[in-house]
């Protein structure tokens, strides 16, 4: 079935018929759909907020995403409230709210909506006849060719309030933009209380007032080295900036000055450890090489805020709440009830800037208490760390009205190569406590202090993800117009062979555009989450390669690129000019491909392994693979067909690879285990086949030769 169809048939998920016809739709509270397509990777859930714990551990908001434990989200708490409140049975409330989690999925909040839609067609990527890319398939509902991110997420939320959120998610993968994902806020007073289409409430909503607090872990694998309670976040400082923003918001952020602190946003690291007696800034591999694992620095720029639902210019003086709170400590609702009166007071008290029981503030957290606490939460005491703060509001809405909040959340830091150099320095003088460097810092000049080094560098994520904001400001003050690079082939396949590894792919559907280049192929051996090296870069005409310089025993992973020249990209608004190239995760392979052994030299070469198949000694065999039977020292090319002992074929395998070995799953063409017995395997050169050094003619097309395989199970 065509793919794109059959995204078109999975665009609603759940479709409800009423009475009398009409329709609406509705969806799981806990479905999810993921965004993949850049170095910033994560999901998003149908209720309207995330909460990153998959069972196992906090999964989401992966930077850089090329590499495994790289999670940097823990949990995003959202709450909209409002002032004298009568709900749809006419109960007056002082004050309303409902918190965005999914046990009031049913109850106060309604998912309607969750689906994501794609520029275009995400490539295939086949690595030795598998789709890898098989398995995010569900990631699309439909493609749009009109659009111009490179995805979209929209997600509607009715709740009992008669707010209505639709939540819209932009991300790109172009190598400048795909570090953050901008969201699209809009909250309408629609009456709406339930998943149906009637409209329960038809009055105003007074005081709205909208607030969020985000905890990172920054990150995950960090915690490994920094300490367990970091991969929830107890040890993230949190900081902020745009105090003078009232100031400049008139003011356009510029290739020549990218880096501007007037940027409302709020963002955290990680921090140190009350348990630790080394310096963990950065995570350090004190055990191992000394990589750091803990660059991130994540958060949430604030990049317009609708002055009011008649007036929809960006408000200077929004939000009305921007610090630092508690990560635990906040009113807790766990069902819509008149009983929660005095809760619901606290509640609209904290998004209106109280700190719930006075454990927050909108002061900078790390400035005002790094110097006297060595780990942030002995400040507030809160186990659950600290959270960026942000409040919005308050806001009247007539039945109808909306207003819009546009955000963009991101992480950046340093990358894995400087990860790696920074933390092995430091390695080094960690364990020879009179190596004093000299160490060099950001700034060029230099210091004895490892931990003044390591940390120095480390903090360079404050201008990085500085850079990142700024430029999600600049793509939304173009329209999101940003220069564009060639789309991604459709279609990349690797091939392991005996003496190669061959990579083919369909041309870029961009290369009909001028000032397309061509493509450039990286590797990475060993491991798909490691350093990946430039193998080839080729013209625009080439579409194939094949990599000579594999050496048998190693597995390894590619992606491949097409680029242009850079002359749709010359303008610097929105973004460093030069070459843009297509998105790497669009064909990054993440099953290995490898030489296979060298086809055998002659017919009498031919091994079966193991034979006698023996069930009984399934451990000794292939690990993890009970029923494999290998054909070793095979042709190049050639037809493996097997026949029982009485002569019925069961099996035909067409080889074609050029390697010299075939596996076998023990299984017939009509799916059927082979049972115990002996059974007759026929090998037939399909081609003929010379030396690759000498040329010489090892063995001709039609040429056959015949095995015994024993079976017992």
Known sequence: MNRLFLYSLIFLHTIVLLPGGRLFAQVEGIEKRYVRIGQLQSHFTAYGSERAWNNVYYEGMRWPADYSYTDNAVIKRAWITCKDFIDAKNTVWNYYGIPLIADLVDDGIFPMELYQTAKFEPPLVFVDGTDITAPYAEDIDAINP???????????????????????????????????????????????????????????????????????????????????????????????????????????????????????????????????????????????PGRLTAPQHAGVAIIHVDKSATDKTDDPNQPAVLGWHAGDTYPKIGSISPLLMPTLTYLYGMMSGIPYAGLGGTDRFDETYMQSHSSPYTVHNDGGGTNVWICYG??????????????????????????????????????????????????????????????????????????????????????????????????????????????????????????????????????????????????????????????????????????????????????????????????????????????????????????PFNIKAKDLQYTGEPDKIMFLNIPAYCTIRIYTERGDLIKTIEHTDGSGDEAWNSVTSSRQVIVSGIYIVHFEVTEDYRNPETGEILYKKGETTFRKLIVIR
């Open 146 to 288: 009109d659009q111009i991110p490179d995805r979209i997420v929209t997600n509607i939320v009715n709740t009992s309030m008669g707010l209505t959120m639709n939540r819209t998610i932009y991300a790109f993968s172009q190598q400048y933009h795909d570090s953050y994902f901008i969201k699209i806020f809009t909250f309408t007073n629609t009456g709406n209380t339930d998943y149906d289409a009637e409209i329960e409430r038809t009055g105003p909503l007074n005081g709205v007032r909208i607030g969020w607090s985000f905890r990172y872990s920054v990150c995950y694998e960090g915690s490994f080295e920094i300490g367990g309670p970091q991969s929830y976040g107890k040890y993230s400082w949190c900081t902020k900036r745009g105090e003078n923003y009232q100031e400049h918001f008139g003011e356009s952020i510029t290739e020549a000055n990218p880096i501007v602190d007037w940027l409302r946003c709020g963002f955290q690291w990680a921090g140190q450890s009350d348990v630790n007696s080394f310096d963990n800034i950065g995570g350090p591999q004190r055990t191992g």
């Open 394 to 611: 308050p806001f009247d809405l007539q039945p109808g009205e909306s207003v819009t909040i546009v955000e963009a959340e991101g992480v950046n830091g340093l990358d894995r190569a400087m990860c790696e150099k920074i933390g092995q320095r430091w390695r080094k003088a960690y364990a020879d406590p009179n190596d004093k460097g000299p160490f060099e810092l950001p700034n060029g000049t230099t210091t004895t202090d490892k931990d003044e080094y390591k940390n120095s560098w480390v903090y360079t994520g404050k201008d990085s993800i500085m850079m990142i904001f700024g430029r999600a400001k600049r793509n939304f003050d173009a329209g999101y117009n940003i220069p564009q690079p060639p789309l991604p082939p459709p279609l990349f396949d690797i091939k392991s062979g005996g003496d190669r590894i061959s990579l083919s792919w369909s041309p870029s559907p961009s290369t009909t555009e001028s000032g397309v280049s061509g493509y450039k192929i990286y590797r990475a051996v060993g491991r798909k989450d490691t350093t990946y090296t430039e193998i080839h870069d080729g013209p625009a005409s080439v579409t194939n390669f094949d990599d000579l310089t594999a050496i048998r025993g190693f597995s390894y992973y590619y992606y491949l690129l097409a680029y242009n020249d850079g002359s749709n990209n010359t303008s610097g608004a929105t973004n460093p000019t030069g070459p843009l190239y297509s998105g790497r995760f669009y064909t990054q392979t993440s099953e290995p491909a490898f030489l296979r052994r060298k086809a055998g030299d002659n017919l009498d070469a031919i091994r079966i392994v193991p034979n």
